[in-house]
């Protein structure tokens, strides 16, 4: 079996790669460097004993269409596209999924049988594989807070309201995002978008940080009261040390403060499920993953 992995520029990799016959797939994003997306498709490879190639590609939104017209007329199968790309992608697909129609936003490109580009979002279902499977966290009737109002948020609300959650709240620094974003999703169920300010006095089950804040090792304005008891903190978020929000989490009493390296994985596994029709088994790449950020 032939399995690699590596970092590379796009134009090296379609210079090198394209005389080979192996499977070739990849992520576009920008910045690309601290990607784990190589390493969960190569042990999913190993695991399922399947024979493909996956890279990381440093990718700017101005270069995103030539860089995935050039990449699947090469060879290449199917593109896992990240910050800042995934409207980009949502633009490029010839074909969408419902739930990457809903969302404006994909993360998953797969060339078909003929010749056209499906576009499909698998970060919602993602994340509520990792929390209702992994965590067993439960949604049903639950009070859902969503912190940001981006791209990640339109990915999720659909699949999370498919649990039934007795609301979802989004908030964001930018109020209006919040409005438009629960006026587009609101046939879905009982959706509203506010600012912080307007939730200081409301109480969550499950408070989402959606926002990139993280990053930066910062935090939306959040009230102390706004977690209930038993309740549970989620980043979206990861990294080797606990996010912001997930030490912000653990102060104000919540049961679990998790972060998204389990979302992560768990998207990734959708789209490898979507590209080669096997599924492979997550528990044994979280337990791993997480293992190897703790040493
Ligand atoms: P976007 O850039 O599309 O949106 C960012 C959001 O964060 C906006 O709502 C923005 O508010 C808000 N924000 C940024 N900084 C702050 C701050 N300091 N205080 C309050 N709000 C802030 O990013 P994405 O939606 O694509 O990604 C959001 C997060 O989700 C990132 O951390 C990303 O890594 C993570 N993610 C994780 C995935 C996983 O598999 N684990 C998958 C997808 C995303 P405003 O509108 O006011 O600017």
Redesign the pocket.
């Known amino acids: 079996m032939a399995v690699t992995q590596s970092k590379e520029t796009a134009f090296q990799f379609l210079s090198e790669n394209s005389m080979s016959t192996i499977d070739q797939y990849a992520v576009f994003g920008h910045p690309i460097s601290h990607s784990k997306s190589p390493r969960i498709h190569t042990l999913f490879a190993q695991q399922t004993h399947q024979e493909l190639s996956y890279c990381a590609q440093d990718v700017p939104a101005d270069s995103f269409s030539v860089a995935v017209t050039d990449f699947f007329r090469q060879g290449g199968k199917g593109l896992n596209c ?3 790309l ?1 409207e980009l992608a949502w633009q490029h697909a010839d074909i969408l999924s419902e739930r990457a129609q809903f969302s404006k936003a994909v ?1 998953t490109l797969t060339l078909q049988k003929n010749g056209t580009v499906l576009g499909d979002n698998t ?1 919602g279902i ?2 509520v594989t990792d929390l209702t499977i992994n965590h067993m966290i439960p949604l049903l009737d639950s009070r859902v807070l969503i ?7 339109r ?1 999720i609300i659909g699949p999370l309201m498919e649990k039934s959650p007795t609301h979802i709240v989004i908030a ?3 109020v209006e ?1 919040a409005i438009t974003l629960s006026h587009e999703f609101s046939q879905l169920g009982k959706i509203t978008g506010c600012s912080y300010d307007e939730i200081k006095n409301s109480e969550f089950d499950l408070i989402l940080n ?7 090792d ?4 959040l009230a102390k009261n706004l977690l209930a008891t038993n309740g549970t903190c989620y980043d ?3 990294g080797s040390q606990p996010t912001a929000f997930v030490k912000w989490g653990l102060a104000h009493g919540a049961k679990k403060s998790l972060d ?2 389990g ?2 994985i768990e ?1 990734a596994a959708e789209a490898f499920f979507i590209w080669r029709g096997v599924r492979p088994e997550t528990a044994a790449i979280v337990a791993l993953l997480n293992a190897e950020r703790a040493n």
């Not at 912190?147 to 948020?153: D, E, M, P, R």
């Not at 959606?210 to 930066?216: G, K, N, Y």
């Not at 910062?218 to 304005?221: K, R």
Request: no cysteine.
């Open positions: 990240t910050v800042p995934k993360n970060d993602g994340l912190l940001g109002a981006g791209g990640a948020s990915g964001n620094r930018t995002k959606a926002t990139s804040a993280s990053l930066s910062d935090l939306p304005p979206l978020a990861y998204g390296l979302m992560l998207q």
